[in-house]
Nanobody, 116 residues
């Protein structure tokens, strides 16, 4: 089993920055081979991909965050992070950490609100 805990959300003004973190615990076998990712869900909308990173550190980004967000992970610490810069009001959502190895594991989510 795997548990994921997100942190780092909050209220930020447009143009500001936030850094989200996801701490994973559980099976070392799974953690070391997994793909981790960040997804988000705004009110009334479907959950959507933000960015993913493989165990080999290959990354993939949604077009709407390219050049603004950066995903990273520390395999030794079993953490994944999302550095978000140049935030826009439309980035407001609950952000979820996801880990995939055979099956999917999700964190509880952290709220990000971009507003003046």
């Amino acid at each position: 089993q795997v548990q994921l805990v997100e942190s780092g959300g909050g209220l930020v003004q447009p143009g500001g920055s936030l850094r989200l973190s996801c701490a994973a615990s559980g099976s070392i076998f799974i953690l070391s081979r997994s793909t981790m990712g960040w997804y988000r869900q705004a009110p009334g909308k479907q959950r959507e991909l933000v960015a993913t990173i493989t165990s080999g550190l290959s990354t993939n980004y949604a077009d709407f965050v390219k050049g603004r967000f950066t995903i990273s992970r520390d395999n030794a610490k079993n953490t994944a992070s999302l550095q978000m810069n140049s935030l826009k009001p439309e980035d407001t959502a609950v952000y979820y950490c996801r880990l995939t190895w055979g099956e999917d594991y999700w964190g509880q989510g952290t709220q990000v609100t971009v507003s003046s």
